[in-house]
Structures are given as structure tokens and as C-alpha cells.
């Protein structure tokens, strides 16, 4: 979940409420710190950004699918995915929408719908990935992954993780995704030799972290690994 300033940059809906809407964004990201992604946030943001709202931004949309998809609960997400389906999206909105249905489709094994919408958005998605963030990147070359691991090209999406990702400094947490990705697709082949040798680096990549910005990361992000060994991501 982005951070108050990052979520004020993007803007609201109606310009005129902005304090307001602030302030209750401010409030949400505080359940957040205190207690990482859970169901009780997710419930606080969808009734506070979506589900009372006339015309929700797109960005909320995409940000409370990203959070449910955190805790597992798929369907929910590709519920509030849908509504941006027919909508004409363009830039970081379209391209956070369709990283994360992608992300989605992926983990639930819907191969066939995600390779149908990966060859829909390809274009689009290429040339915006070109001028973005090494995270954006990141994200995308992740979620094309696990649609392919989705469709049990299981080779093909470990090779997208090595797209040439650079260490971002100390608390790299997408490095720490990646690795985390990789263990998933190794354990969904059944590969156990290849799985010994991603676990060995996830656990590697978070130990190097001396501390992080919230108290529940590293509980979190040892679930997350022991998860993925186990098919669960």
C-alpha cells in the first residue's frame, strides 16, 4: 500500500474534497502500519474509496484488488478488477490494472483468460514498460511469470525473473519478491532440487535486511517464502 504522500500526488477524484479524502486515506494506511495487509484493511479501504463511491479512481480500484490479493482472497480482487474491464484507462492506471490482472489469473491457474489478456495488452505493455521504473518492471516480468507458470511453462517464467534486475539497496523488497516468485514456480513444478536452491537464496536475500519500515514485515515475509514453498502465494 502506497504512502499518504505517494497516494496525494496521484490525486482524487474531485479535487474540491482532497483534505477530506486525505484524511480518511490517512486513517487506512494507519491499519496498515500497525498491522500489514489483513482483511479488516482491506474492508476500511474498499468502504471508504470504492464501495460508496460514485466513480471510484482507477488507481483505487487496482490498489484494493493488489490488497486482497495479499491475503489470499482472489476472487474478491478479480471482483473489483472487473469493473475497470471496459473501462478506457491509459499510463501508470492501465499499467498497474493489467499487471495485476495478470497477478491474479496467474495464481488462480487461469492460463488460458491470462495468456488471452497478455496478448491483448502486450503492445501496450512493452512499450510503457520501456520508459518505466525498474520496479514497474519488475512487477510486469513477475506477473507475465506466473502466467506462464500457470500454464506450466515453468522454464519460460523462471527466465522472465532474470530480466536484469539491479539490488536497490539494503531493504530491496522487490528483490526480496522476485526471489520469493521464484520459489513459488519452482514449487508448482515440482521441481525440488531447483526449490532447495530458491529457498536458499530468498532466506539469504532477507536476512540482509537489518530492519524494515514496519514492525510485521519480517514475520510476513517469512510466511511469504515458507508459502511459496508450498505452492501458496
Not at 10 to 28: C, D, H
Not at 99 to 116: C, D, M, P, Q, S
Not at 190 to 203: P, Q, R, S, T, V
Request: some cysteine; overall charge neutral; charged content about 25%.
Amino acid at each position: 500500500m502506497i504512502s499518504p504522500n505517494e497516494r496525494k500526488k496521484i490525486g482524487f477524484p474531485l479535487l474540491a474534497s482532497t483534505n477530506a479524502e486525505m484524511k480518511k486515506y490517512t486513517e487506512v494506511y494507519g491499519l496498515f502500519v500497525e498491522s500489514g495487509y489483513s482483511k479488516e484493511l482491506c474492508e476500511a479501504y474498499a468502504d471508504a474509496f470504492l464501495d460508496n463511491v460514485k466513480k471510484p479512481s482507477p488507481f483505487d480500484i487496482v490498489q484494493i484488488a493488489a490488497l486482497y490479493d495479499r491475503i489470499h482472497d482472489h476472487k474478491t480482487a478479480f471482483f473489483y478488477l472487473e469493473k475497470l474491464t471496459d473501462k478506457k484507462i491509459s499510463g501508470d492506471d492501465r499499467f498497474f490494472f493489467c499487471v495485476e490482472v495478470l497477478t491474479v489469473l496467474g495464481k488462480i491457474g487461469n492460463w488460458r483468460e491470462a495468456e488471452n489478456f497478455r496478448t491483448h495488452n502486450i503492445s501496450f505493455l512493452q512499450k510503457f514498460s520501456e520508459k518505466a521504473s525498474l520496479n514497474m518492471q519488475a512487477q510486469l516480468y513477475m506477473a507475465l511469470a506466473l502466467t506462464d507458470c500457470a500454464a506450466k511453462n515453468y522454464q519460460q517464467g523462471l527466465k522472465l525473473l532474470k530480466f536484469g534486475y539491479k539490488p536497490q539497496g539494503s531493504k530491496d523488497t522487490t528483490l526480496l519478491e522476485i526471489f520469493i516468485t521464484a520459489v513459488y514456480i519452482f514449487a508448482k513444478a515440482g521441481d525440488k532440487e531447483g526449490l532447495e536452491g530458491a529457498l536458499h537464496n530468498a532466506d539469504c536475500c532477507l536476512a540482509l535486511f537489518k530492519d524494515f519500515d514496519f514492525q510485521w514485515q519480517s514475520q510476513y515475509y517469512r510466511e511469504r517464502i515458507d508459502n511459496a514453498a508450498n505452492g501458496i502465494l
